[in-house]
């Protein structure tokens, strides 16, 4: 993944996390990984794992095409 496309992803899970109200820390709670993951994320500096995006796209009930391309940002998740 390219610099500009992960400060985008970043920046979209910044988002969707703002859009539900909750902290960098209950997120990072919710999805079972460090608060010190999530920031990283947020800031472009680390990539999620496939796990990680699949276990988002469940949480904030959106694609993960969204979450990775910014493409359909909604999905019929059961």
Do not use: W
Not at 12 to 23: F, N, V
Not at 33 to 51: A, C, Q
């Amino acid at each position: 993944m390219d610099y500009f496309a992960q400060i985008e992803l970043g920046l979209r899970i910044k988002m969707l996390r703002t859009e539900k109200g909750l902290t960098q820390e209950k997120l990072a709670e919710a999805l079972g990984v460090s608060l010190e993951h999530i920031g990283k994320i947020e800031r472009g500096k680390r990539t999620p794992s496939l796990d990680l995006v699949i276990a988002m796209s469940k949480f904030f009930h959106t694609s993960t095409d969204y979450i990775l391309l910014a493409n359909c940002r909604t999905t019929e998740l059961g």
